[in-house]
Nanobody, 128 residues
């Protein structure tokens, strides 16, 4: 069974940091672009960061550029999102997704283009 499982979400104070993990099984993640997406309460899902297959090129939403680096460790079948300087409006459910764009390097922040695999999400709450 193909699975993506997110972990690392927690309650943190504004300005705090978290490291999210996305563990893959049942497929070869090195051939897939991996993205992180947030769904805030009452809002649509939005893309924050994406890392491509093969070359590991990255794309970021303007709001998280420089604060939320995405990385991947193909040997561990895991992708990561390092979050720092967290803001209250960044509260939400964080999902990872994978899509087999291959060596094209394409890595979208549009969640509708990530049609292969999705995790169930991990809750991040930023509050004092």
């Amino acid at each position: 069974q193909v699975q993506l499982v997110e972990s690392g979400g927690d309650l943190v104070q504004p300005g705090g940091s978290l490291r999210l993990s996305c563990a893959a099984s049942g497929f070869t993640p090195e051939n897939y672009a991996i993205g992180w997406f947030r769904q805030a309460p009452g809002m649509e899902r939005e893309g924050g960061a994406c890392i491509s297959a093969t070359h590991g090129t990255t794309e970021y939403a303007d709001s998280v550029q420089g604060r939320f680096p995405i990385s991947r460790d193909n040997g561990k079948n895991t992708a990561y999102l390092e979050m720092s300087g967290l803001r209250g409006e960044e509260t939400g459910i964080y999902f990872c997704a994978a899509h087999g764009f291959g060596s094209t390097g394409f890595c979208p922040l549009n969640p509708s283009l990530m049609t292969d695999y999705w995790g169930q999400g991990t809750q991040v709450t930023v509050s004092s």
